[in-house]
């Protein structure tokens, strides 16, 4: 089933004009033909089957045929402050996360990042979209600017009435702490940070700096994990013991 994501102040009437990326996507890459189904998503819970009715390059009209509830969404509120890794890892890294269930990326410039500025944010944003539409996400995971580690600490984004974070930062000093263990703390809680380090972890301050704004130090077990495969081994577990997974 075709799936693409429209505002909600474009699907105010029963017939529906498609214009722009999604447009050019839905003709030059899908290759639709009038007659054949689409399901558009508001991003605020609904969901809108349809049928094709014309198709050109630059427009694609279709005919709204019902208009449901829907949501595919976590139950938990899952942010991942991630280190900014080399290469296009960041690429995969959204990807499985949005896949997943995230709400929310974050990079993070830490102290071990060797990549520590970025002009990657829009194509981050364009692959959060693919893949929640693939997926069948209602939500597209919002993907913000990079953030300095300390500025991330001392910034309100995700932090709970009592200023503290409610999270967990991967430290390879806790071996016999694993992230079961720790996620039995979790049962009552919605909103979870994961906070992930670069290709050479994080430094000793900034596990204390994050343990001192409330995160808890856990292990991923025995074997030292890519930056890359972390966060989402993390994202699998915590889906599986505490949201919808499994």
Known sequence: MTRIFLPPEELTSEEIIITGDNARHLALVLKIHPGEPITVFDGQGCRYDCTVMKVHKNEVIVQLMNKTPYSAESPLLITLAQSL??????????????????????????????????????RWRKIALSASRQSGRDKIPEIHEPLDYKEYLNSPTGKCGNGEFTGIIFSEKHKTRNLKQVL???????????????????????????????????????RILRTETAPIAAISIIQYELGDLG
């Open 184 to 222: 039995s703390g979790f049962r009552e809680t919605k909103p979870i940070t994961v906070l992930v380090g670069p290709e050479g972890g994080f430094s000793k301050g900034e596990v204390s700096a994050a343990v001192e704004k409330g995160f808890i130090e856990a292990s991923m077990g025995p």
């Open 85 to 122: 890794p080399k290469g296009d890892k960041m690429d995969l890294i959204i990807q499985k996360a949005t896949e997943l269930g995230v709400r929310e990326v974050i990079p993070l410039v830490t102290e071990r990042s060797q990549v520590r500025h970025t002009h990657k944010i829009e």
